[in-house]
C-alpha cells in the first residue's frame, strides 16, 4: 500500500505524464490538431509498439482505459478547451525481479526512436518518462502496487474534433 507521500508523487507524475505541455514543438495552441479518436489510436500504438522492445511474454492487462482529461494548465499558452488522451497498463508476465532490466530496455527503445528522456529517476525509484521529439507524446514506465510494471503513453494537448474551439 502507498504512503501518502508516495500517493501524492505517483499522482504528480501521472499528470506531468498526462501531456499537459505543449500541443506541438513551438505551436500556440491553435492549430488543427489530431482528433481524440486519433490521439486514442496513436496512445495504444505507442503502447504496442514499446512492448516489442520487452522480454516474450509480456502482455498488457488494461487499468483504467482510455482517459480523456481537460488540458487545464497548457504551458504552450494556448487555451484550456483542449484535452489530453491517455492509457495506462500494467505489465504482466515478467518476474518483478527483472523490472531494472526491463526498464532499461525501454529506455534503450525509447532513445533509439526519436524519444528524449524528460525523468529517470533510476536507481532510486523505478520510473522513467520520455517525449517523442516528433509530436510530444509522452511514455512512462514505473513500477507500482507490488511493484508490477506499469506503462503509460498520453498525448500534447489536442482538440477533440481537431480543430480550435471544437
Excluded at 9 to 31: D, I, K, N, R
Excluded at 133 to 142: H, N, Q
Amino acid at each position: 500500500m502507498m504512503r501518502p507521500r508516495q500517493w501524492a508523487y505517483a499522482l504528480a507524475v501521472t499528470l506531468m505524464a498526462a501531456g499537459c505541455g505543449s500541443s506541438a514543438p513551438g505551436g500556440t495552441g491553435m492549430e488543427t490538431t489530431i482528433t481524440e479518436d486519433e490521439a486514442a489510436e496513436k496512445v495504444r500504438e505507442y503502447i504496442d509498439n514499446a512492448m516489442t522492445a520487452l522480454p516474450e511474454g509480456a502482455e498488457l492487462e488494461e487499468r483504467r482505459g482510455t482517459i480523456v482529461a481537460a488540458c487545464d494548465d497548457p504551458t504552450d499558452g494556448g487555451p484550456r478547451d483542449r484535452v489530453t488522451v491517455s492509457e495506462r497498463f500494467w505489465v504482466r508476465g515478467l518476474p518483478v525481479e527483472d523490472n531494472e532490466a526491463n526498464i532499461e530496455l525501454l529506455h534503450e527503445y525509447w532513445t533509439a526512436n526519436g524519444y528524449r528522456v524528460l525523468h529517470d529517476q533510476r536507481p532510486d525509484e523505478l520510473f522513467l518518462a520520455v517525449e517523442n521529439e516528433e509530436d510530444a507524446f509522452r511514455m512512462s514506465i514505473r513500477t507500482a502496487g507490488d511493484d508490477s510494471l506499469t506503462i503509460g503513453a498520453s498525448s500534447p494537448c489536442i482538440w477533440p474534433e481537431g480543430t480550435p474551439g471544437s
